[in-house]
């Protein structure tokens, strides 16, 4: 059993900043990932990045190549997503995900 909690998320202008956070406690196991997906309204939800534990290899959606950074802590058994350069169309809520567990989700509202 896995239990993921998402923080971090707000109300930010476009252009702006914002780094979540995602705590996982329980079965942990190394090699495998845990990724960042985001839902917007009227859409499907989609990966934006994910991170090996291990090794901290990353994977970006192109929507998210040069703007948002993955990283781990693992001592925290945390991972964050740096995201930068945000515009509206980051609007959604956001998910992390590992082996088929999920969190609640935090919402990123990018608004002027």
């Known amino acids: 059993q896995v239990q993921l909690r998402e923080s971090g998320g707000g109300l930010v202008r476009p252009g702006g900043s914002l780094r979540l956070s995602c705590a996982a406690s329980?079965?942990?196991?190394?090699?495998?990932?845990i990724g960042w997906y985001r839902q917007a309204p009227g859409k499907e939800r989609e990966l934006v990045a994910d991170i090996r534990w291990n090794s901290g290899s990353t994977y970006y959606a192109a929507s998210a190549k040069g703007r948002f950074t993955i990283s781990r802590d693992n001592a925290k058994n945390t991972v964050y997503l740096q995201m930068d350069s945000l515009n509206p169309e980051d609007t959604a809520v956001y998910y992390c995900?590992?082996?088929?567990?999920w969190g609640q989700g935090t919402q990123v509202t990018v608004s002027s």
């Open positions: 329980g079965s942990i196991f190394r090699s495998y990932t």
């Open positions: 995900s590992y082996q088929g567990f």
